[in-house]
């Protein structure tokens, strides 16, 4: 059988078991659209069961498993409870690493087929997903949270206990069956778009949806650009690409959790380094500003899901009047991140700035700068200083927010003709994770 048979094969068992996986909506965003004077339809993974894309990988494991007992036209409730005898006799269950959506469509399944999971977390995973899993799983399902902060930790951990209990291990992208799954999306794309598609956009984490994806768009769609994207502080694929082989990252930002890769599969670079346009590498500010952006439209992403819109901005020229289609991975974050998501898109915007600025002790001081150093919309968010005697100068941390880009560099100006020491720590990186 052909790999886009299987594909199919798995989107027609997806269709009857639609309870479990949806066809999710490809909707025309008005607003993205005006913005970019083009086409731009966002593929709705963020709706999917479990809010994450991750179940279309999930569900094509699953379904192969037990693709011989479905087969033979059991009544499904003899077909479970042999399955169950089966599963604890011979599988004994699954065993799988995540770093939490992937961790959620698997429990949901394990619950949903009766098959005991034992799922590997990395300890730094959100307490909201970890309870989410346990939820979904219930009883058929084993957190089990191991040291270390990157997924790699979590994968290691999770093949031991594998090989030790002679269970099967189950990758979250480094699988065919699992890009197989994951190609179902562009499958669904070219159904729903009654037009010709000239840009796709896909985020990459391990690199398994890039790889369906492409895959699919390059046997029925050969003409469109697929074209994926990465955040910066995880740039695995790019950087493999570059190199030509797979390389490992030495660290990691886990901003983009989702995403948070160090090392691509290998049979995903394989296909990608084949299939796909180009990767383009996205800096977190900008993923935060995209984030809050499809906030105010209505949309609830996570920094990963947000990747494919966050690349527009640099593809603006190319997609004027083209047709665009970007996928909206997933939307499992915390809404408490929001503050965090505002203070990154302010830092990458230039209208958020930390300075420290050598003050002379001396009456009114304070005043005068207001005064004479900000503008009437500047807006001083914190303020630490001491005043000390028996001293000439002391620092003071000023936080101030700006509306305009420009207007800081008025700000330093003011500062200079009153002769104000200062630094700007958001240059210093060191110094800014310190303090903040």
Known sequence: MSQMSIIHNIHSKMKKESQIVQHTLLELSRKLSEKYEANIYLKREDNQHCRSFKIRGAFAYFSKLTEDQKSKDIDRHIYIFIYIILTYLYFIGIVTASD???????SYLCNQYKIKGYIFLPNVCQKQKIENIQQFGQEYVEIKLVNGGFYEDAVKY????????KISYLSSFDDQTMID????????VLQDLETDLDYCFVPV????????????????????KCIGVEPDGASSMSK???????VVLDSISRYCDGSSIRRVGDLPFKICKEKLSQVHVVQEGHISTTILFLYDIGIIAEPAGALS???????KDEIKGKNVVCILAGGN??????????????????????????????????KEFIVKCLGPTDEICQLQFHKKPNRENGPALVTIEVRKKEEILKIQENMKKINLKYQIINEQRELYDLLF
């Open 181 to 188: 799954g994951n190609g179902t999306i562009a499958l669904e």
């Open 240 to 246: 493999s690409l570059k190199e030509g082989q797979v």
């Open 333 to 366: 974050t915390e809404l408490s991140r929001l503050d965090e998501f505002k203070e990154h898109s302010l830092l990458y915007e230039g209208l958020k700035y930390f300075f420290l600025i050598n003050f002379p002790m001396r009456q009114g001081v304070l």
């Open 205 to 224: 984490g391990g690199g398994g949806l890039a790889a369906g994806v492409s895959l699919v768009l390059s046997q029925l769609s050969p003409d469109t």
């Open 158 to 165: 999770a093949k031991e206990f594998s090989q030790l209990n």
């Open 309 to 315: 819109v966050a690349a527009l901005d640099f593809f």
């Open 100 to 106: 939490g959506n992937f961790a959620l469509a698997v």
